[in-house]
């Protein structure tokens, strides 16, 4: 089929902060110019650059209660961070429910998240999305082949949830280093943990039983924060405006360098190491984001050790 456009990305240094000890990060933004429309321009068109998120874990998320989320919510937190629950359209139950999965929280539920991959990334339909990933003025699209109606069985979906459910979380490394425990100790103290919550439990209604009841330490609430203006996209996303972003979970961090090809963090990429992703929180994370600034490098550094070691 004929491609809808090239997208060309650059990449532009906004600002240098400079750390405690005169160390200085620069922090990037990327850029996308579209060219060679296919289909007409796309003035108006809400654009946002994505990196691929890690998949450990997803099961025990995914059994995390709605009540749970909607108490973290109501909590009250320090440093006026407060935290929302995204609600969103549940295509399987057709009925709006807690987001959990995604940058922005826009789906419930492992399967939905899943379905929605399928069909928007790589055109394939399902029960859940049963129509064919083509707009209106895309002919060549709606009268290309298809493997069938859906292209991916009740079945499939299963296999696929059970598998991505079940993806068990690393193990940590370095845990009982001096070093790692001061770190961690500093996480909590600069007020990092008021989001990036350290342990959470699963509910005893989880749609895979061996995932109920269980203590979970995946670093995140789950809710969406406004993290400022400076990580704004501007694009809006169910309940959550541009600034607002779902907690990442930690978990599994210290090992993004070996699996990704890029090593890079936050939604689209920007960050090129974990210094540049803590100096980019603003918003409701401006009071942690600024301890972190003050901290001497000694005590950076053994912060550091710690998010590696998850």
Request: proline fraction near 6%.
């Given at each position: 089929?004929?491609?809808e ?33 296919a ?5 108006g ?13 997803m ?6 209660s ?31 429910e ?23 990334d ?21 009268k ?10 009740a ?14 979380v690393?193990p940590r ?6 070093v ?9 103290e ?21 995932l ?9 609430d ?8 400076g990580?704004s996209d ?22 993004t ?16 190491s974990?210094?540049e ?20 490098k ?13």
């Open positions: 089929m004929p491609g456009g090239r997208a060309t990305l650059r990449w532009h240094e906004v600002v240098t902060v400079r750390l405690a000890g005169g160390e200085k990060v620069s922090l990037r933004k990327p850029q996308i110019k579209f060219a060679e429309l289909y007409g321009p796309i003035d068109v809400l654009t946002s650059p994505r990196v691929g998120e890690q998949m450990v874990g099961g025990y998320l995914d059994a995390v709605e009540a749970t989320l909607e108490g973290m919510a109501k909590e009250t937190k320090p440093d006026g961070v407060k935290g929302r629950v995204n609600r969103v359209w549940n295509p399987e139950t057709k009925r709006m807690a987001g959990r999965f995604g940058y922005k929280c826009n789906m419930p539920t492992l399967r939905a998240q899943s379905a929605g991959a399928f069909n928007g790589i055109g394939i339909t399902s029960p859940l999305f049963p129509d064919e990933n083509c707009t209106s003025v895309q002919k060549a699209c709606q290309a082949p298809n493997g069938g109606s859906p292209e991916l069985s079945a499939q979906l299963d296999e696929v949830e059970f598998y991505l459910a079940h993806l068990d690393p490394r370095n845990a009982a280093d001096p790692v425990k001061r770190g961690e100790v500093r996480f909590a600069i007020g990092c943990a008021a989001c990036h919550r350290q342990e959470l439990k699963t509910g005893d209604g989880a749609h895979f039983p061996r109920a009841g269980q203590t979970i330490r995946p670093y995140t789950l809710l969406v924060h406004d993290m400022g203006k990580l501007r694009r809006p996303d169910g309940l959550a405006s541009g600034s607002e972003w779902r907690t990442s979970p930690l978990w599994g961090l210290g090992l360098a070996a699996v990704s090809e890029s090593g890079f963090y936050l939604h689209d990429g920007r960050a090129r974990l210094v992703a803590i100096v980019w929180h603003g918003g409701e994370a401006t009071k942690a984001r600024d301890r972190f600034v003050r901290l001497g000694d005590e950076r550094e053994a912060l550091l050790a710690f998010l590696n070691s998850l």
